[in-house]
């Protein structure tokens, strides 16, 4: 039987069990199991008239040569100085001025851009050219080669996102370099692309990966030709969702984007979700309600809506499209996708 008299206190305990590497569950079960999610960073709206003079800066200061990509990733401080946009991804602008190449590379992470002010920019993704017109998504999966090219006469602006922070959380990111001087590299044609063009065909001897899209280029107009003909939602709005043709799952194994179109002065349903969201507007002007905060937003700003955070968006003026991508599809594998209406 114990001696009370001399048995160590509470705290000398806790103490003696961290010296030989235990932790208790007791004092710290509200910690490190909390009854809902918590989201480190509140939402952010990133003007695109504030980023745009650095974009210039990055394109006068920096020669694409001497750097991997020439891209303002946008950061919230709430992650204390990590390069962060919100929890699990990160968005940025990438610059190329005429003639600028961006070298070939590829990781596991995923990763997209879309063209926001891209006319003349071409993305090769493993052997493929595929031109950059408005509004397009043009996806690297993991370990696809890509690079990026202005043969244009006039600058290149582009918003990219990835899971970077996914990746870093889970420390299963693999990067390898490609060779700057390779030229074949930039020497191609659309290639493969062409099997994915048709939407409800599909060629039946065809092999492509069972992980992500075969599909790498989805066009901005036929998006848009998608949006006008879906009849709207009871809060108004349209969601087209960016599928993998072979399967209809999620573009990529842990990225998911949809298109949104909004009516004007029709708020949508405030919504919470465990998954985070980066929205790039694409077109219009209008008023998003993130949680404790209110964004009046125009064309190319970008906000996040961090996980388990209500958010409703208005379009004034005028109807008004969205780009939105998120980590939906990480959390539906991993069965951790719980969404709410307010
Ligand atoms: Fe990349």
Request: charged residues 25%; glycine residues 6%.
């Amino acid at each position: 039987m114990a001696d009370v008299a001399t048995a160590a206190k509470p705290s000398e305990f806790v103490a003696q069990l961290q010296a030989a590497n235990l932790h208790p569950l007791w004092d710290r079960f509200r910690t490190i199991t909390p009854v809902k999610p918590q989201p480190k960073d509140p939402p952010l709206l990133w003007r695109w008239r504030d980023i745009e003079p650095f974009t210039e800066r990055a394109a006068s200061q920096v020669p694409i040569d001497d750097v991997e990509r020439r891209a303002l990733i946008l950061v919230n401080p709430a992650f204390a100085g990590d390069t962060v946009t919100t929890s699990n991804l990160i968005a940025a602008f990438t610059v190329l001025d005429p003639g600028d190449r961006a070298r070939p590379h590829r990781h596991t992470f995923s990763a997209i851009r879309f063209a926001t002010r891209a006319e003349g920019a071409a993305t090769i993704v493993n052997g493929r050219r595929c031109n950059m017109h408005d509004g397009d998504l043009i996806l690297t999966p993991p370990m696809c080669w890509h690079g990026h090219i202005n043969e244009s006469d006039h600058r290149i602006i582009w918003f990219d996102a990835a899971n970077i922070p996914l990746l870093r959380t889970l420390d299963a990111n693999f990067f390898e370099p490609g060779d700057p001087k390779a030229n074949q590299f930039w020497m191609v044609d659309e290639g493969e692309e062409k099997l994915w063009t048709e939407p409800g065909l599909v060629g039946t001897e065809l092999d492509y990966p069972a992980t992500h899209s075969p599909k790498y280029h989805y066009s901005g107009a036929a998006t848009r030709r998608l949006l006008a003909a879906l009849s709207p939602g009871a809060d108004g709005s349209r969601t087209v969702r960016y599928t993998n043709p072979a399967t209809g799952d999620a573009v990529m194994p842990a990225l998911d984007c949809y298109a949104v179109r909004l009516s004007k002065d029709r708020a949508t349903r405030p919504k919470r979700t465990t998954c985070n969201m980066i929205c790039l507007v694409v077109s219009g002007m209008g008023r998003s309600t993130v949680g404790e905060h209110t964004f009046d937003w125009s064309q190319h700003d970008v906000f996040s809506i961090p996980h388990w955070t209500l958010a409703s968006h208005t379009a004034k003026g005028g109807d008004a499209d969205l780009f939105v991508v998120s980590d939906k599809v990480a959390l539906e594998r991993l069965d951790l996708l719980r969404e709410e209406y307010q």
